[in-house]
């Protein structure tokens, strides 16, 4: 099928079900409020319970076959930030994909897992990622295709705030349908990394750093994460929150049991329930923040609510990430005054050289090279540095920390 019409039926398919319910921009209407499901799931273990559970989530809004028609090619956007393995609960664990690859293919369409993860994005870095994070093992016991089309595609984007064009992964823009399948974390840029967040690996490989440069102050960069994600308008969210990533997220925190499965035809809204689901407010996420903006989903008033209660599922003293509260200053600054309070209060990324094998994942993933290698370990140079704490991120070795000047931990405290 050719690109245009591909992009015309899923315009004109399933996704006029996200329009209805709230995903353009357009105010969500009070009578079409989107369905967010809720479920429990303790673990992985039994593959029958997980494929049962999540088709419970998925039939609370509606089912499989509402979003998926037959012979339609289905991405399934998963998080495969990096090479871990499913236990560490960095990605989306390959138990949840297999029981999604299974109601797609039960639908007549043809599943497709694939993501661009954190770092270059090659067939040979992929094949090991895929191996490592399981989906390799998906794709053998289901027959399911693993995504190594890395070529990329411009696309014009009229609705978008801050991207009015971007760079998208051809295997985003060739599928007829995207359902985006986050692992519920945090994440030391944007305090919680879901359904919303999933969707910038639809920027290809290098593109994604490009973007941090572009996009410095965090309000633009969220803003630009409700771009693509209003872009990419995924058909489905099911998210894989059994255990979820607590503390140094997304990739240094901790696994913590969660016991849950949400589903959603509408991310912003699935972002809602997850966040209150461990106990973050979600007026204080940035992409939720920037969501409330152009009046989509952004409170639990804004969606209906489906299958388990809230309340009884909620988690305690899910561990946020260290730099939370570091962009209080700066967000409510005039502009003027942020680059001063940047340097001086801002939370910064700190190379520990302990654990340091010297990989330099952290030297070619800093999008302003604000990193150098001298003598195998990394050094920074904090005035380039623009704190999107990619380096963080995907440091294999949990060898950088983000700390925070006392006097900034001092006033947050105050503030708590
Ligand atoms: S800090 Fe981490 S990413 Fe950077 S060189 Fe050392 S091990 Fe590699
Ligand atoms: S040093 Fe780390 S936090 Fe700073 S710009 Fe580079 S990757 Fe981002």
Not at 269 to 285: N, Q
């Amino acid at each position: 099928m050719a690109k245009d019409s591909k992009e015309e039926l899923r315009s004109a398919g399933t996704l006029d079900s996200l329009r209805n319910t709230g995903i353009t921009q357009e105010a969500p209407q009070a009578t079409m409020k989107p369905i967010v499901s809720l479920v429990a799931l303790a673990d992985y273990d039994d593959q029958a319970l997980v494929d049962k559970r999540v088709r419970e989530a998925i039939n609370l809004c509606g089912g499989m076959p509402a979003f998926v028609r037959p012979g339609q090619r289905v991405l399934l956007k998963v998080n495969l930030l990096m090479r871990k393995r499913p236990e560490e609960a960095v990605t989306t664990h390959p138990a949840v994909v297999e029981a999604v690859v299974k109601l797609v293919q039960a639908a007549g369409g043809q599943a497709i897992i694939g993501d661009s993860p954190g770092g270059p994005f090659n067939p040979k870095q992929l094949a090991t990622i895929y191996r490592w994070t399981g989906m390799q093992r998906v794709a053998e016991r289901t027959g399911a295709e693993l995504n190594y089309d890395i070529a990329e595609v411009q696309v014009t984007h009229p609705e978008g705030r801050i991207l009015k064009g971007l760079t998208l992964g051809s295997y985003v823009t060739s599928a007829d349908v995207v359902i985006a399948l986050p692992k519920l974390k945090t994440h030391g840029l944007t305090l919680y990394t879901g359904a919303v967040k999933v969707l910038f690996g639809a920027v290809p490989g290098v593109h994604k750093a490009e973007y941090h440069v572009r996009m410095p102050r965090l309000d633009d960069f969220s803003d630009m994460l409700v771009d693509i994600a209003i872009r990419v308008r995924p058909a489905l969210t099911v998210m894989d929150a059994v255990v979820g990533l607590e503390g140094a997220g997304p990739s240094a925190g901790k696994p913590r049991a969660i016991g849950a499965l949400l589903a959603s035809p509408d991310p912003f809204a699935l972002d809602v329930v997850a966040t209150s689901l461990v106990g973050i407010e979600p007026g204080k996420v940035p992409t939720i923040e920037a969501a409330a903006r152009r009046g989509l989903p952004a409170a639990l008033t804004d969606l209906t609510a489906a299958g388990e209660s809230l309340e009884n599922m909620r988690i305690l003293r899910f561990a946020l990430p260290p730099t939370v509260g570091i962009d209080f200053f700066e967000r409510h600054l005039p502009r003027f005054l942020a680059g001063w309070v940047r340097e001086r209060l801002r939370a910064r990324p700190v190379f520990l050289h302990v654990s340091c094998t010297g990989c330099a994942a952290c030297y070619r993933n800093c999008p302003p090279q604000a990193i150098q290698m001298v003598n195998q370990r990394p050094e920074v140079d904090l005035s380039k540095c623009i704190r999107c704490f990619c380096c963080q991120e995907l440091c294999p070795q949990k060898d950088v920390v983000i700390r925070r000047p006392w006097v900034v931990q001092a006033l947050l405290r105050q503030r708590q």
